[in-house]
């Protein structure tokens, strides 16, 4: 896919500030040529490799639940960090979903996480791990309450095995990575765990842990309760993806699992 890269800070006019994470800040822009709306993520001018990082492999990647990069840019004539060109979701982060109307029905967690699933599975085909899989880096593109599009590959990796170093937040980190120096593209499916726990409860499953040594030692020993609220099976499938490596189910067989089939079925 062909990139722009002959944008610059000044064919763009600010219409307003989307959200920040740790590395950027994203805002509305309007491309005065076109007249097309993208979201402008502002990378923060001491993250340059994070940069360059994310620009790399979102150019590799296409698919209609992974964000679509069209271009990227060092404004010439203002020092504000490097820019991407982004496609713009206009119904925010599933962060900011959840923040402001509660969890979700199974149905709507169900069809989330398939398009989740699909675009992880998608990732990994093309040999990248993501590495950073939360609810802020998860974008809701329309009001049609479909097509959710995965963001944020600031710490994504084209590497799928023998992996090392850093990883994301806390609560979604993999036992293997608190406790091991390696670990494999597997660590991606850990974190659907703690968003489909999150979607169907409201809350994450480590809610009580205080500090970083808390949080090691409840998600190596997966010491989280399901409320009777979730259905059987959906709570089989959390206990299935929130598991040891070794052990956990595959993006494949998530995807043939009863509650997601039935509750994604049409009609
Ligand atoms: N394309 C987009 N459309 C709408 N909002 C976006 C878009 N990209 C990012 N955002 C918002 O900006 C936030 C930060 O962007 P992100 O790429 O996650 O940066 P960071 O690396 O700083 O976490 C996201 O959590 C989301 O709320
Ligand atoms: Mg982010």
């Known amino acids: 896919m062909e990139l722009v890269t002959n944008w610059d800070y000044d064919d763009f006019v600010i219409d307003k500030t989307l959200d920040s994470g740790v590395t950027a800040t994203v805002y509305l822009v309007t491309d005065k040529d076109s007249e097309n709306q993208f979201a402008m993520k502002v990378v923060k001018k001491n993250r340059t490799r994070v940069f360059k990082n994310e620009v790399e492999i979102l150019s590799q990647l296409n698919h ?10 060092t404004p010439s004539t203002h020092t504000i960090g490097q820019c991407m060109i982004l496609e713009y979701c206009s119904h925010g982060s599933l962060y900011q979903y959840l923040k402001s109307n509660g969890k ?3 149905v709507k967690a169900a069809t989330y996480i398939k398009e989740i699933v699909t675009a992880i599975d998608y990732c990994h085909s093309q040999g990248v791990t993501q590495r950073d899989l939360k609810l802020e880096n998860i974008l809701l593109s329309d009001k049609s309450d479909k097509g ?17 170093g850093p990883s994301g937040t806390l609560i979604y ?3 293997e990575i608190f406790l091991e120096k390696v670990y494999d593209h597997r660590c991606d499916i850990w974190p659907i ?4 726990y999150e979607l169907l409860v409201g809350s994450d499953p480590f809610t009580g842990c205080l500090t970083d040594d808390d949080c090691k030692q409840m998600t190596i020993a997966a010491n989280f309760t399901i409320p009777p609220s979730v259905s059987d099976t959906a709570a089989d499938l959390i206990n299935q993806l929130l598991k040891h490596v070794e052990e956990r189910i595959t993006l494949e067989d998530i995807l043939k699992h009863d509650w997601l089939v039935n509750m994604t079925r049409e009609g």
């Open 64 to 73: 209609p639940n992974v964000i679509k990069l069209w271009g990227s840019f």
């Open 148 to 164: 959710v599009k995965i963001c944020d590959f600031g710490l994504s990796i084209n590497q799928l095995d023998n992996i090392q």
């Open 193 to 196: 765990g703690i968003i489909l």
């Open 104 to 106: 979700l029905t199974e």
């Open 173 to 175: 980190r993999p036992p």
